[in-house]
């Protein structure tokens, strides 16, 4: 049961549903999680998935340095379970990027804040709603794409990381391979390259072996962070696939 406190943000809130898209990104513009809150649900993720984390060679003193310098970072990661987000709040907590709790911003389909209890949890860990051509229809989420795209080379502009996951639904197929990707995450780096912003990807890979139904044996991969990117969209997008494999690969062998 939701506290009060709890109640009275998500009240507060503007409803996240595909006819409201326009209040929900103007909401999720300026929208910040509490620090307090940000760091306990992290801290309590971690403690109930155990996530393990392993770095690259080097990779950890390089994303220390980056974190030190305020540099932006689009951190993409592959998506097995609907639990992935809550894992990552647990990385989080247990890796290099806990100075950065509460300034990262995680992607997560609309779905997920539909339920006040989960919202608040996703509020929490600075989730920003993604309008899916799946569940929308491709025309109609193309526009709201761009609301998206919009809201988070803002939040990158005042100070903001991103979390993605690029293959935008869980891999039932093979967790051993990264589902083939969209430009999206190609067009936000562009983006925000042409804003003025000079962004690090970090591919991380995330394994739970062949057994995705226990997320608590969870091995995240953390590769060298890339700021040598291509021009193009499509160029990002696809550097960005080839480097969430090998971080998977990365993740699979810690596993």
């Not at 990027?97 to 609309?110: E, S, T």
């Not at 339920?115 to 709603?129: K, S, V």
């Not at 044996?217 to 969430?244: G, H, K, Q, V």
Request: charged residues 25%.
């Amino acid at each position: 049961m939701l506290g009060r406190s709890a109640k009275a943000r998500v009240s507060g809130a503007p409803a996240v549903t595909f006819d409201n898209r326009d209040a929900a990104y103007d909401f999720y513009r300026e929208h910040r999680p509490d620090l307090l809150r940000a760091k306990l649900s992290c801290a309590v993720m971690s403690h109930r998935f155990r996530p393990r984390v392993t770095y690259a060679d080097g990779a950890r003193a390089e994303l220390a340095q980056l974190i030190r310098a305020d540099a932006r970072l689009i951190i993409s990661i592959n998506h097995l379970t609907t639990q992935d987000p809550y894992l990552l709040a647990g990385l989080a907590w247990r890796s290099v990027f806990r100075p950065r709790i509460g300034r990262i911003r995680v992607l997560a389909k609309d779905e997920l804040f539909n339920d006040p209890q989960h919202r608040t949890r996703i509020d929490a860990m600075g989730g920003i709603p993604v309008f899916r051509g799946k569940d929308h229809g491709i025309r109609a989420a193309h526009a709201a794409g761009m609301q998206l795209i919009d809201t988070c080379v803002y939040r990158l502009a005042s100070g903001d990381d991103l979390a993605i996951f690029p293959e935008g639904t869980c891999n039932e197929t093979d967790p051993t391979r990264v589902q083939p990707i969209g430009t999206g995450i190609g067009h936000i780096l562009a983006r925000a390259r042409d804003a003025g912003i000079a962004p690090t990807l970090v591919c991380i890979g995330l394994s739970y072996g062949l057994d995705t139904a226990d997320v608590k044996s969870a091995s995240f991969y953390l590769d060298s962070p890339c700021t040598n990117l291509p021009n193009r969209p499509t160029e990002i997008s696809r550097m960005a696939s080839a480097r969430m494999q090998q971080a998977l690969d990365g993740a699979l062998r810690s596993y």
